[in-house]
């Protein structure tokens, strides 16, 4: 609704830069570049007062399509379900091996 102006100066210094941005080495190819690219622009018309649009950048790493599976236990060693009340940071994280992975609803841990 600002018709003298593309960008607020105020509200440009209120939500940019990002302070982090997370993304694997498919995604910063493809989303990061377009969205640097196209501040750059802006920067250099003087539009935005910031060269990069991010603070910080965490690469998770490359996507090898393989799965791994992550299971908790409570403090009984008992597994406790992912739609279950009880809050997953009082528990015990364990990776399952995928063949002991079962994708049946009704299957449940002994």
């Given at each position: 609704?600002?018709?003298s102006t593309?960008?607020?100066?105020?509200?440009?210094?209120y939500?940019?830069?990002?302070?982090?941005?997370?993304?694997?080495?498919?995604?910063?190819?493809?989303h990061?570049?377009?969205?640097?690219?196209?501040?750059?622009?802006?920067?250099?018309?003087?539009?935005?007062?910031?060269?990069?649009?991010?603070?910080?950048l965490?690469?998770?790493g490359?996507?090898?399509?393989?799965?791994?599976?992550?299971?908790?236990?409570d403090?009984?060693?008992?597994?406790?379900?992912?739609?279950?009340?009880?809050s997953?940071?009082?528990?015990?994280?364990?990776?399952?091996?995928?063949?002991?992975v079962?994708s049946?609803?009704?299957?449940?841990?002994?």
């Amino acid at each position: 609704k600002n018709s003298s102006t593309l960008v607020d100066k105020a509200k440009e210094s209120y939500w940019g830069p990002v302070d982090i941005y997370v993304g694997g080495a498919e995604h910063s190819v493809l989303h990061l570049l377009y969205a640097r690219f196209w501040h750059k622009v802006l920067y250099d018309i003087g539009v935005v007062s910031t060269k990069e649009p991010f603070k910080c950048l965490i690469n998770q790493g490359l996507i090898l399509g393989e799965v791994e599976y992550t299971a908790y236990r409570d403090n009984e060693g008992k597994w406790v379900s992912a739609d279950s009340d009880s809050s997953l940071s009082d528990c015990i994280q364990e990776k399952v091996p995928a063949d002991k992975v079962c994708s049946d609803p009704v299957y449940s841990f002994g």
